[in-house]
């Protein structure tokens, strides 16, 4: 029953999303419109390029899915309402989202085209800029908790949520969490300007159809880690725990589709100076400061 909760809220947040995307992009609210896109897209046909790597090809939108899926799996929406509340849960979502990578670059070495392989490797050098960002901030988070247990992790911000005990890992897990979403201005792999689509560009019918669910539901699960880490999780007045677990979740997830379009696409030489340079020593820099409070004020 759990699982069939979990991933009714996943899916519903992921097709909300893509309503209030569509709502961005047109200027008309049409709830019925991603159902109308899916079933469009189930009856095209779905074009195979003229020698592709088949396995990667047609696993690689699958395997994106799947990987969003098992994130969310160890993400509570409220105390009992969670998959699987693994011991080592911050340290799995972190390992489950590496295979996103592995994923993209699928996605663009499998149809041996020029612009989608140029963008799976994008996607490579764009990695190497933000894990570390992912990682470290979650240091931060367990550190407080004294523990990698999810639940546990927004058990210790009943009194004050860690996006105010620690604001610099707030921000810097939030743009490493849109760059691992490869949301504008991060969508080197994409460049709609550039690659023509990129990954996204050889994948039609029915293969395009579970690709964009994939890449929405990535979002979600994102979005739910970040509640989870910084927004107190199910924490909040009147309402039951999962309902502010799904409007945390859905505010974060539009801010991600809200940021990237009043910002310019970043050149991935940029991105990894400006990770390397600037971002790993605040991430440092906010460890060493949750270290000192934890000391200070237990």
Known sequence: MTVAIVLLALFGS??????????????????????????????????????????????AP????????????????APDLIIADLGTGALFINAALAYVLVA?????????????????????????????????????????????LNTAIVGSQAVLWNIVYQPLGFVLFFIAAMALAFRAPFDL?????????????????????????????????????????????WHGPLLPPWAWSLIKTLAVAVSMLLVGRYLPRIREAD???????????????????????ILVVP
Request: one cysteine or more; charged letters at 10%; proline letters at 5%.
């Open 14 to 59: 992921a097709w909300l999303l893509a309503v209030i995307e569509g709502w961005m992009v047109t200027g008309r609210l049409s709830p019925a419109a991603p159902l109308f896109s899916g079933l469009a897209h189930l009856g095209r046909e779905s074009i195979l390029p003229r020698s592709p790597d088949r396995v990667f090809f047609e696993a």
């Open 62 to 77: 699958v395997l994106l899915l799947v990987v969003a899926v098992l994130g969310m799996a160890v993400l509570p929406l």
């Open 104 to 148: 993209v670059i699928m996605a663009g070495w499998g149809p041996d085209g020029a612009y989608a392989m140029i963008g799976g490797w994008r996607f490579l050098g764009q990695l190497i800029a933000y894990s570390m960002l992912i990682v470290m901030p979650i240091t931060a988070v367990a550190m407080r908790a004294e523990s990698l």
């Open 189 to 233: 792999p994409t460049a709609e300007g550039e690659l023509g689509g990129g990954v996204d560009a050889e994948y039609t019918g029915v293969r395009l159809a579970v690709l964009r669910l994939a890449r929405l539901t990535l979002v979600v699960t994102l979005a739910s880690a970040t509640t989870v880490f910084y927004l107190g999780g």
């Open 271 to 293: 991105l990894m100076r400006w990770c390397w340079i600037l971002g790993i020593p605040l991430a440092l820099l906010n460890i060493i400061i949750v270290g000192l409070l």
